[in-house]
């Protein structure tokens, strides 16, 4: 096993590895894995602030066999940022977790060496009291089922988009860097299970309207030729691909931000697969439109009544 010391803003760093393939349909290597984290580091940090990360590690690349880790805090260098949160109900018996909260262009270089390829958030942040705080997030998470895509989740991210902003609040949205998108909205709540019952309601509504088109519920069966409109991702035990982690499929996709008028777009006729981006794609749109998702400091409205 090759290992090296490195220097990563400041810190000393050991790595190894690094010519493994990771994604070998593209001849991906951990370097370029750590590369690319350190590098759009600026953007992708500010949307993990507070927020502990859930880690899904391949460490014999997106060909071989995973695992997600949450309790990762026990081999973190002491430098990154530790907090133990409850997690009542877990299927190992645990009442706590010891989880890690990246906050450093080197935490992300340490997480990339382990083959943390993807990074997962839940809608809260850690409080000051070291407790999870009340959601500050809203996340409609569309999942297009067999003979569905991109398109088709076009079209209700745009129809989503139109009730948001309806009810008073500023969405974003950004692909999942899979099959499907997620619509993001900053809230202020004073009930943790209010954006769960907002986003079910939702999701009914336009089901109702177009039960052709737009599923609510989880089953299988229902899915063929619709958008599953997940809302509950909301639940503050869960947590969603965080704004520009790479996803573990073939290409090395990432989960990128786009614009509501690349959105309309599609709708408009342009290809959908002009909506699938890669690392290099994806700091080009950085380097030339900032971050498209930046909600870090956004205003947070009052989530309406559901």
Same mark, same amino acid.
């Given at each position: 096993?090759?290992?090296?010391?490195?220097?990563?803003?400041?810190?000393?760093?050991?790595?190894?590895?690094?010519?493994?393939?990771?994604?070998?349909?593209?001849?991906?290597?951990?370097?370029?894995?750590?590369?690319?984290?350190?590098?759009?580091?600026?953007?992708?940090?500010?949307?993990?602030?507070g927020r502990p990360v859930t880690?899904?590690?391949?460490?014999?690349?997106?060909?071989?066999?995973?695992?997600?880790?949450?309790?990762?805090?026990?081999?973190?260098?002491?430098?990154?940022?530790?907090?133990?949160? !409850?997690?009542?109900?877990?299927?190992?018996?645990?009442? +706590?977790?010891?989880?890690?909260?990246?906050?450093?262009?080197?935490?992300?270089?340490?997480a990339a060496n382990l083959a943390?390829?993807e990074l997962h958030v839940p809608?809260?942040?850690?409080?000051?009291?070291?407790?999870?705080?009340?959601?500050?997030?809203?996340?409609?998470?569309?999942? !297009?089922?067999?003979?569905?895509?991109?398109?088709?989740?076009?079209?209700?991210?745009?129809?989503?988009?139109?009730?948001?902003?309806?009810?008073?609040?500023?969405?974003?949205?950004?692909?999942?860097?899979?099959?499907?998108?997620?619509?993001?909205?900053?809230?202020?709540?004073?009930?943790?299970?209010?954006?769960?019952?907002?986003?079910?309601?939702?999701?009914?509504?336009?089901?109702?309207? +177009?039960?052709?088109?737009?599923?609510?519920?989880?089953?299988?069966?229902?899915? !063929?030729?619709?958008?599953?409109?997940?809302?509950?991702?909301?639940?503050?035990?869960? +947590?969603?691909?965080?704004?520009?982690?790479?996803?573990?499929?073939?290409?090395?996709?990432?989960?990128? !931000?786009?614009?509501?008028?690349?959105?309309?777009?599609?709708?408009?006729?342009?290809?959908?697969?002009?909506?699938?981006?890669? +690392?290099?794609?994806?700091?080009?749109?950085?380097?030339?439109?900032?971050?498209?998702?930046?909600?870090?400091?956004?205003?947070?409205?009052?989530?309406?009544?559901?």
């Amino acid at each position: 096993m090759s290992r090296q010391l490195v220097r990563v803003d400041g810190r000393q760093l050991h790595v190894s590895n690094l010519e493994k393939v990771l994604f070998p349909e593209v001849s991906f290597t951990k370097a370029q894995v750590i590369d690319y984290y350190v590098r759009i580091a600026p953007v992708l940090l500010p949307h993990l602030s507070g927020r502990p990360v859930t880690f899904t590690r391949w460490p014999d690349g997106v060909e071989g066999q995973a695992f997600f880790e949450k309790n990762s805090a026990r081999h973190a260098p002491d430098w990154v940022r530790k907090v133990t949160v !409850p997690s009542p109900g877990s299927s190992r018996g645990r009442e +706590t977790l010891d989880m890690v909260v990246l906050e450093t262009v080197a935490d992300l270089a340490w997480a990339a060496n382990l083959a943390a390829l993807e990074l997962h958030v839940p809608q809260w942040q850690v409080g000051s009291r070291l407790q999870p705080a009340l959601p500050d997030l809203l996340v409609l998470d569309l999942d !297009p089922g067999p003979d569905a895509g991109i398109l088709e989740c076009c079209e209700v991210a745009d129809r989503l988009r139109q009730r948001l902003v309806d009810d008073g609040l500023d969405p974003v949205v950004k692909t999942s860097g899979s099959k499907g998108m997620q619509v993001y909205a900053p809230i202020r709540v004073s009930d943790r299970e209010h954006p769960s019952r907002y986003a079910r309601a939702l999701a009914q509504e336009l089901s109702a309207e +177009t039960p052709d088109r737009v599923v609510w519920r989880m089953e299988k069966v229902l899915r !063929p030729g619709k958008v599953l409109i997940d809302w509950s991702q909301n639940n503050p035990a869960k +947590t969603t691909v965080a704004p520009y982690s790479l996803r573990a499929r073939p290409d090395a996709p990432v989960s990128t !931000p786009i614009g509501w008028d690349e959105v309309e777009a599609v709708l408009d006729g342009a290809d959908p697969g002009s909506l699938r981006f890669r +690392t290099e794609d994806v700091l080009a749109r950085v380097e030339d439109y900032g971050d498209l998702f930046d909600i870090a400091g956004a205003q947070r409205a009052v989530l309406p009544p559901a």
